[in-house]
């Protein structure tokens, strides 16, 4: 009889098997309905051998139900998920779920009503159908994004159906996507940009896993180097995946993706329509021929989608953090795209003018190929980093700008320059207190403090999202008009210009300001017009963008990432300033970096004002090594969580006494995390630093399955972990 095993989407039934019903034809990485119980479940057929459970006598199995109209998930990206699940201790089946990232690509071909004007007018006119017609002027969409397109409720809309004004049209869901041409606007590229991209070229042609890391200054041309990549790729008819850190960056890159090839590429993030992500999905599963996904530019989740002929593999800016998954799947989508392209035999490349120390390291032994792009595109020179001791050039009272900084932003002004000042705050203050009484607003839910927002005239916590407007009196005393905010964010800085330069145009960036690619489209329109005279802005400014009229960048408060002794903090440091830093000078004109701190002889601070990178990076290493830190060591982390204290601590505790005793392995904790209080639940930890040739995954599993909690209590496992809160 034929059977089949499969992976289901339920971690606590395990594998099930299965008959295969006569004339039913699957393979492994079908896409199958089967029965359980009175429901019907989807699963993927696995090789049995490489998914044990216990056998069911044939006589026992029920039949599958139907095979999905899908293509079958290939055996790379299977083995990926395996490789996936085993090293971060997590279940097959939440990794499997994120390669069935579309509930509707599942279901097969599909059309859907989209409306558009058809020309003619209503019977009666009224202020808001006219409204609704002109703002749909050559829009073709779902009666529910018109409405959110032309501001009006969808009745309106409707109405409009009735009276012939707005004309159905039936849409394949699955309509092919524009090519792209490998010779659209191919660029002139330098002497030394054209040796790494033939480099690239060559791997890409050779179909062989080969890891390179694109090690270049800010301004270099990375991207340009790595574009002739994606071209090999296209001429060879196979796909390419680019992952970047951030929604915001892509829409600068899909611009340059467009300039460089005549369409945008496919754009896979967490907020796509239902409908853009079926489309995508099939096209991506389809290949790269006949309008099916060519490039794909994307966020972390983008790296498990069912590529049907994967060529390439990006991740620019590589260093970035936002790559490390901290919630589900803990995955570090940097280090699974290595593992991708080596399952499907393809080089990929790292690209980063920062890379992480772990990159580095690689590379030093050989693991990685290192390319160096040792200077900026064009004849632009790096800029002239200095630092501003605070305690000696102080700011005025109540104020967070030093003289020196507040002389080169009114230079800049004078000379119709800009300036970009960084602080990795967003709102308008950290912290709000009682002047009277003392009292601190703190979050419910979080071990944290609630930030003020004044443009949005609210206290928020930025762990959970609680929010509430500030009272006029403090909730404690009862007294009026005694809050006082204490310390900088971003939009109080943007005060302080307004206060010192009142014609100052000054535009506020963070996550806050620019949440959708509209608005991030429009910013960088903004900047690059010159209408914008004053960036005030958070991590989100510190990468990707290229404004020629940059020439003066103020670090605000180039401590703040070093408090809180994260094991990571001075590179990260080092990497956000070294990269805001990078926004300055890259057009003709010479840029300036002034860097504000307490702590000018701190090693980090000074191997910036140097430019030496080198140093940096060489000091930072030994740390490391002698710290058992990654590279050399490696770290894994236990967190245990309940909406009870009580019940987290015991589990925590019982975890922790039960440790087993494994040479190469050190176990510190229980504790209680230092965000004790998340999302309402209390959360402690527990620390395993090992050598690098422990098993440590081994480990932990074998010390972990036995143990039994209460039902409230979460158990997470977070290998290699960036975040020690
Ligand atoms: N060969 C080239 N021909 C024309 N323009 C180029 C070339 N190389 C780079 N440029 C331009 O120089 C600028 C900087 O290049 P790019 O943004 O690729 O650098 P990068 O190394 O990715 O920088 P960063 O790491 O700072 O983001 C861009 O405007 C880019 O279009
Ligand atoms: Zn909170």
Not at 337 to 351: D, G, H
Not at 578 to 602: D, N, Y
């Amino acid at each position: 009889m034929n059977r089949a095993r499969l992976l289901i989407f339920n971690a606590a039934l395990g594998p099930l098997d299965y008959r295969v019903p006569d004339g039913m034809h699957v393979a492994p990485g079908s896409v199958v309905v089967a029965p359980l119980g009175p429901r019907q479940i989807v699963g993927i057929v696995w090789e049995s051998e490489r998914l044990p459970t216990s056998e069911v006598p044939d006589a026992k199995l029920r039949p599958l139900l139907a095979v999905l109209p899908v293509p079958p998930l290939k055996a790379e990206l299977r083995r990926l998920i395996e490789w996936t699940a085993d090293y971060y201790c997590a279940s097959l089946a939440s990794v499997a779920r994120m390669v069935l990232a579309s509930g509707g690509a599942l279901r097969g071909p599909a059309t859907i009503t989209e409306y558009r004007l058809s020309g003619g007018a209503p019977e009666r006119m009224t202020p808001q159908r006219q409204a609704a017609i002109d703002a749909l002027e050559g829009e073709q969409a779902t009666i529910r994004e018109l409405a959110g397109f032309a501001g009006v409720s969808e009745g309106v809309l409707r109405g409009l159906v009735n009276q012939g004004v707005l004309e159905a049209v039936q849409v394949d869901c699955d309509r092919p996507y524009p090519p792209a041409r490998a010779d659209f606007a191919a660029p002139q590229l330098s002497p030394a940009q054209a040796e790494v991209a033939d480099t690239f070229v060559d791997a890409v042609r050779a179909r062989r896993f080969e890891p390179f890391l694109l090690d270049g200054v800010t301004g270099s041309g990375k991207t340009e180097c790595y574009l002739e990549a994606v071209a090999a790729a296209l001429e060879m008819g196979r796909q390419t995946l680019v992952l970047l850190p951030e929604i915001a960056l892509t829409e600068a890159f899909l611009r340059r993706f467009e300039d460089r090839f005549g369409v945008p590429p496919i754009v896979w993030h967490s907020s796509l329509k239902s409908t853009e992500r079926r489309r995508a999905w099939r096209a991506i599963a389809a290949g790269a021929a006949d309008g099916g996904a060519q490039v794909i530019v994307g966020a972390r989740s983008a790296l498990f989608l069912p590529y049907a002929d994967l060529g390439l593999i990006v991740v620019d800016e590589a260093h970035e953090i936002s790559f490390k998954q901290d919630e589900g799947v803990r995955y570090n989508a940097r280090d699974v795209a290595v593992m991708r392209a080596r399952f499907e035999a393809i080089p990929v490349i790292l690209a980063s003018a920062t890379p992480a120390l772990e990159s580095l390291q690689m590379a030093e032994s050989g693991i990685y190929r290192r390319l160096v792009l040792e200077d900026r595109y064009g004849g632009a020179r790096l800029p002239a980093i200095d630092t501003v001791d605070l305690t000696e050039e102080a700011p005025g009272r109540g104020r967070w700008l030093a003289p020196r900084l507040v002389a080169g932003m009114e230079e800049r002004l004078a000379r119709g320059e800009q300036s970009l000042l960084f602080l990795n705050r967003r709102g308008y203050a950290p912290l709000t207190l009682c002047r009277n009484c003392g009292f601190r607003f703190q979050c419910p839910n979080c071990t944290a403090w609630l930030v003020e927002h004044r443009l949005s005239r609210r206290l928020a916590c930025h762990h959970c999202g609680h929010e509430t407007p500030p009272p006029p009196a403090c909730p404690e005393c009862g007294e009026l008009d005694c809050l006082v905010a204490c310390g900088p964010g971003v939009e109080r800085i943007a005060d302080e210009v307004r206060d010192l330069f009142p014609q100052a145009r000054v535009a506020v960036v963070t996550s806050d300001t620019i949440n959708s690619p509209e608005k991030a489209a429009d910013f960088v329109a903004q900047a690059e017009g010159g209408a914008i005279d004053v960036i005030v802005g958070t991590q989100l400014v510190t990468k990707g963008f290229h404004f020629p009229e940059l020439t003066l960048v103020g670090v605000v408060d180039a401590d703040l990432g070093l408090e809180g002794g994260d094991l990571r903090a001075a590179e990260r440091t080092y990497q956000q300033v070294a990269q805001v830093a990078g926004r300055a000078g890259r057009g003709s004109k010479p840029g300036e970096v002034l860097i504000q701190t307490r702590h000018p002889a701190a090693p980090v601070i000074e191997a910036l004002a140097a430019g030496d990178r080198d140093a940096f990076y060489a000091a930072e290493t030994e740390a490391r090594r002698h710290a058992g830190a990654p590279p050399f060591g490696r770290w894994a982390a236990i967190i245990v969580s309940s909406e009870d204290d009580a019940e987290a601590r015991e589990a925590a505790n019982l975890i922790g006494g039960t440790r087993p005793q494994v040479p190469d392995v050190a176990i510190l904790g229980p504790a209680p995390a230092p965000l004790n209080l998340l999302r309402g639940r209390y959360r402690y930890r527990l620390l395993l630093n090992a050598r690098r040739s422990a098993q440590v995954q081994d480990v932990i599993r074998d010390w972990l399955a036995p143990l039994r909690f209460p039902q409230g209590v979460r158990v997470s496992i977070d290998i290699d972990p960036y975040s020690f809160v």
